[in-house]
C-alpha cells in the first residue's frame, strides 16, 4: 500500500529523488515520512510531513533534504542534495495517524540508496 521508489547510486554531492506512493485502502492517514536504516543500526527518522504541512528533519539532513507532496496527498518525495557517504543506507516511507504513532502505521518496501565515488 506503501510503494517507495527512486534510489540508487550515487556520487558524494549529488542528488537523488525518492518517491512514496499511496495505494489501496489506507486510513487515517495524517503524517508520513521516510526513515532509513543501516545494518546493525536502528532505523532512525529522516523527515515527517503532516496533512497540514508542517515539516520536520533530522539534524543530519537539515538544509539538505526536503520532503513534499503532491496536492492529491497521495505521493511522497524526498528530495535529497548534497549527498554523503554517510547518507548510504536503505529508506523507508511510513504512514500513520500523527507523528507519534507512525511507526505503528503502514511501511513501504525499502530502496538502496548507496552515496559512493
Known amino acids: 500500500q506503501l510503494q517507495a521508489s527512486g534510489g540508487g547510486l550515487v556520487q558524494p554531492g549529488g542528488s537523488l529523488r525518492l518517491s512514496c506512493a499511496v495505494s489501496?485502502?489506507?486510513?487515517?492517514?495524517?503524517?508520513m515520512g521516510w526513515f532509513r536504516q543501516v545494518p546493525g543500526k536502528q532505523r532512525e527518522l529522516v523527515a515527517t510531513?503532516?496533512?497540514?504541512?508542517?515539516?520536520n528533519y533530522a539534524d543530519s539532513v537539515k538544509g539538505r533534504f526536503t520532503i513534499s507532496r503532491d496536492s492529491a496527498k497521495t505521493t511522497v518525495y524526498l528530495q535529497m542534495n548534497s549527498l554523503k557517504p554517510e547518507d548510504t543506507a536503505v529508506y523507508y516511507c511510513?504512514?500513520?495517524?500523527?507523528?507519534?504513532?507512525?511507526?505503528?502505521?503502514?511501511w513501504g518496501q525499502g530502496t538502496q540508496v548507496t552515496v559512493s565515488s
Open positions: 489501496g485502502s489506507i486510513f487515517s492517514i495524517n503524517a
Open positions: 510531513i503532516t496533512k497540514g504541512g508542517s515539516t
Open positions: 511510513n504512514a500513520g495517524f500523527s507523528i507519534s504513532t507512525m511507526r505503528n502505521g503502514y
